[in-house]
């Protein structure tokens, strides 16, 4: 490649991140507006009411809430939150970057295009739900979406969850020979942080994790070996713990039952359309490439997630004063996010080195087509759904 190529793909590689930074900037003034709890609820997120049982009612379950008070205790709390809560959600977008070059390095794809990758990890976050007037009027389907820009936790714990399979991809091939005392720290610790913003990451990604270990005990890797690495959760269950203690003691009246379509049922005219609605580009392409599920271990790992996530937001739901809150939703909504993730790396996949009926032209274009329309429809809905934010609708528009 000439060195003006070089060049130029750096250039367009500068201006795309600096129009993702404007777009980190309109996050920071939406969530700046968030920060205030007025009548009429202009700009209305969960936002203020986690300010509040922070700063004003001393009722941190969660970093973020630690982190509240240490903004609020300077004149500038407002201003703080909203920088630090823009800078995570653009960390966010770079680490989903990072995260697509690793899953190609997974695929054997040869190298791809970093200009594409930077757009697709854009679009990665704030994709939504297909949007279908006749199926649900609102653009928000409930909580059935991997975007997210009213829940300031699910925001920090997209990051670091985000951050944790990026790290888990690269050492789950050095445990069977046994990780380093710094490898094994790291993942403990990203564990911990996880947690400690919200537990319901590892509700969802801890299973699938088992799954693969007790796989690879059947496959002869040494129970040490696994053992250890799977004790890197065990100090951040410390954290789910203490959180469960102060959200659901004997003093809070609140508590986790089984209640089939409860938290699915209490936003959506027809939930179940809306359901398959919010993960209509992955499963379009998992069912056309329902062979991969075969053969790539990690198109099947983020399915276990995804599915984790939805047996819990099908089956189980909170009562008490939570029973409306919905919250077993914020794994499923991690789970569609790495599925919309590994989604595009599929496509990239089949445009690079398709087989099987893709080798004939027309159908890989045609599938290609297709399904980047849907991809992009669904971005569409976000953006959308986005600008109406910054302009003062509720998220129940």
């Known amino acids: 490649m000439s060195k003006t190529s070089l060049n130029k793909q750096h250039l367009l590689k500068y201006i795309l ?10 996050c920071i003034f939406l969530h700046y507006k968030q920060t205030f709890h007025v009548d009429g609820m202009p700009y209305e997120s969960d936002l203020p009411y986690h300010i509040s049982m ?32 823009g800078m995570v959600t653009i960390a966010t977008i770079f680490v989903t970057y990072k995260l697509m070059q690793e899953l190609c390095s997974k695929c054997g794809l040869p190298k791809v295009n970093e200009a594409f990758l930077i757009v697709a990890a854009f679009l990665s976050n704030v994709v939504m739900p ?80 088992a799954i693969y270990l007790l796989v690879d005990l059947f496959q002869k890797v040494k129970f040490g070996k696994i053992f250890i690495f799977g004790l890197t959760v065990i100090p951040s269950l410390l954290v789910v713990l203490w959180q469960n ?58 399915y276990i997630v995804w599915g984790m996530g939805l047996f819990q937001y099908v089956f189980l739901a909170e009562d008490g004063a939570r029973s409306r809150d919905a919250n077993f939703n914020w794994g499923y909504a991690f789970g569609i996010f790495l599925i919309m993730v590994y989604s595009v790396i599929k496509l990239i996949q089949v445009y690079k080195e398709p087989k099987g009926i893709f ?26 759904f986005f600008t109406q934010l910054c302009q003062g609708v509720t998220y129940w528009m």
């Not at 903004?71 to 201003?79: D, L, R, W």
């Not at 297709?370 to 971005?379: G, K, P, S, V, W």
């Open 54 to 85: 922070a700063v004003e009612d001393g009722w941190a379950y969660s970093l973020t809430g630690i982190l509240y008070r240490l903004f609020f205790s300077t004149p500038f709390g407002n201003a703080l939150t909203a920088i630090f809560l």
């Open 17 to 26: 991140w600096a129009l993702i930074l404007i777009y980190g900037g309109f």
């Open 130 to 209: 297909f949007h279908l007037e006749w199926a649900y009027y609102r653009w928000y389907i409930g909580w059935q979406s991997a975007s997210a820009w009213h829940n300031s936790t699910y925001t920090c714990m997209k990051l670091l969850g985000a951050i944790v399979f990026l790290v888990y991809l690269k050492l789950e091939p050095k445990y069977k020979d046994g990780l380093s005392i710094k490898d094994w720290l790291l993942m403990a610790l990203l564990f911990i942080l996880v947690n400690a913003v919200k537990p319901s990451f590892i509700l969802v990604f801890a299973p699938a994790m």
């Open 245 to 302: 203690a102060v959200l659901f003691g004997e003093d809070t009246g609140n508590g986790i039952i089984f209640a089939y379509a409860h938290t699915m049922s209490l936003h959506g005219t027809h939930p179940k359309v809306s359901l398959l609605l919010s993960v209509a580009f992955p499963i379009f392409v998992a069912v056309i490439l329902w062979k991969e599920f075969l053969t790539d271990k990690w198109y099947r790992f983020v």
């Open 359 to 384: 080798v004939n032209k027309v159908l890989r274009y045609s599938f290609l087509g297709l399904a980047t329309c849907i991809f992009l429809y669904q971005c569409y809905c976000g953006l959308y």
